[in-house]
């Protein structure tokens, strides 16, 4: 669970390095379609099956379409601010995700605990967007966009909850998301400036990285969902903000001050106690396929970063 948190942090960093060869959008797009031929690969060798892709056609496309707006968003915003500031935004996901569920779901209501971790992840998020030596290195727009793909993602959290996406198997779910976003983004990559700016060894191979997250990244995720309560694996979460806000300053020696790291805390904080579910009682019924789908999606689908 921790080196998957790792790959996600360290992907906010391997898509700015994307961005340097390729186009932000054209990037995103390679990787979709690379990953879908990676998948393909995968389920082929493995004789998996993909499940009943007609009888999920829209609530499909709906997701492949929020997967691909959610890559537009998070690439461009790369592209224009920092990965401190864009990893603070995207990773908010669960806040928002809490919120809607809230006003959406039966059964989500928002408990003491969670309406504290709600609060301090909101105040968290506020104070590391005002911090000083953090605005000198981003972006307003930027961060929007970071905020835009964010929203995405609760959206396909959203999508897999409430539709009949979440009865298909991870590579089902998956499939929809490379191949919808795939098509989207290399459509809308010419309009949205040049496709190929100065690539080198380091943004092939970040490239390389990116599909390699989004194919088998996302598959090592839910079979994680097979073994871990999803309460720990939600709760492991609040480590790819902090280690996306270690690994900018490392590599690309953005700036990070005391009132940043201090707001990164709150963050942290606050989204362990939005995720954090109580253990089942050890006389309870053991969860069957069914059980652990749904905990699967109450982590809000780690899937794509």
């Not at 390729?22 to 998948?39: D, E, H, T, Y």
């Not at 930027?142 to 835009?148: K, N, Q, R, S, T």
């Not at 700016?197 to 969902?225: H, K, Q």
Request: charged share 10%.
């Amino acid at each position: 669970m921790t080196a998957f948190a790792v790959a996600l942090a360290f992907n906010q960093v391997v898509i700015k390095l994307t961005n340097a060869g390729f186009g932000p959008v054209f990037g995103a797009g390679l990787r979709s379609l690379l990953a879908l031929a990676v998948l393909s690969l995968w389920v082929v060798m493995r004789r998996r099956r993909m499940g009943n892709l007609t009888a999920t056609l829209w609530p499909g496309l709906l997701l492949g379409s929020l997967f691909g707006l959610e890559f537009i968003f998070l690439f461009k915003a790369l592209d224009m601010t920092s990965v401190s500031r864009a990893s603070i935004l995207f990773y908010s996901m669960p806040v928002w995700l809490a919120v809607v569920a809230h006003l959406t779901l039966p059964g989500e209501r928002l408990s003491l605990r969670r309406t504290a971790g709600l609060g301090l992840a909101m105040a968290g998020v506020a104070w590391a967007l005002a911090d000083p030596q953090s605005r000198a290195g981003g972006d307003l727009l930027g961060d929007l966009l970071a905020l835009c793909a964010c929203w995405c993602w609760a959206g396909i959290a959203l999508t897999v909850r409430l539709s009949k996406v979440s009865q298909l198997p991870a590579e089902g779910q998956l499939f929809w998301q490379l191949a919808v976003s795939s098509v989207i983004l290399l459509c809308v990559a010419p309009l949205m400036g040049p496709l190929i700016r100065t690539p080198d060894w380091i943004s092939y191979s970040a490239l390389g990285y990116g599909v390699l997250v989004a194919s088998m990244g996302f598959l090592f995720w839910l079979w994680l969902m097979t073994i871990y309560p999803a309460s720990d694996i939600a709760s492991f979460s609040f480590l790819s903000p902090v280690l996306a806000v270690v690994f900018g300053w490392l590599i690309f020696a953005e700036p990070v001050g005391p009132q940043f790291i201090l707001a990164l805390g709150l963050v942290a904080v606050g989204i362990v106690l939005i995720n954090r579910r109580k253990r089942p009682s050890p006389l309870a019924e053991p969860a069957g396929p069914e059980g652990l789908a749904s905990a699967g999606r109450d982590t809000g689908s780690l899937k794509s970063d």
